[in-house]
């Protein structure tokens, strides 16, 4: 859906600051508007070749660990999330997410993700260039951050709250 901003990740990818690095993209969700679908679709085609992107569909609850924890970083530049549960599940694994701000994960850019304003899309290509540099062993350490931020906040009561509010909505 248009919510999730998908055609903004895809312009990221188009970046010509990132066409010395192999990409990989999966999108993971249902198509719920498939004229935005289309859209995608033609900026799909017209990405560079050095940028690989596949539709996967949906999680399944049962395989939705499994699934993720193939990846290492979450490209998400949502325009807006009350909570977006799918970020937190993605750090406790160690997936350091690329996000927008639109979302209450505001803190994690000292944890060594990236969280970013959408008038600024160079600052989200910026990021995914040092992110593709990263070696093993910077991309554990940030990796290992991540999965701390995400532990310190599990406890925290305003996350609380949130799920409260999101179980009571009717």
């Known amino acids: ?52 992107v596949s539709y996967l569909g949906t999680f399944n609850a049962h395989n939705q660990v499994e699934k993720l924890s193939n990846y290492q ?20 694994l160690g997936i350091v997410p690329l996000i927008s701000n639109n979302t209450p994960w505001t803190g994690i850019n000292k944890f060594g993700a ?17 992110f593709a540099k990263l070696d093993e062993k910077n991309f554990s350490k940030v990796s290992k951050m991540i999965v701390q931020y995400a532990t310190e906040n599990i406890n925290n009561t305003e996350i609380k709250k949130k799920y409260v509010s999101l179980f009571n909505e009717k």
């Open 73 to 92: 970083l979450f490209f998400f530049p949502t325009l807006n999330e009350n909570f977006g549960h799918i970020i937190f599940e993605s750090m406790q």
């Open 114 to 130: 990236g969280i970013f304003d959408l008038d600024h899309q160079d600052k989200f290509v910026d990021y995914l260039a040092r």
């Open 1 to 52: 859906s248009e919510k999730k901003n998908l055609k903004f990740a895809l312009n990221v990818l188009n970046d010509s600051k990132l066409k010395n690095f192999q990409l990989n993209f999966d999108i993971w969700g249902p198509i719920e508007d498939s004229t935005y679908w289309q859209e995608c679709q033609k900026i799909i085609s017209s990405l560079p070749k050095n940028t690989k």
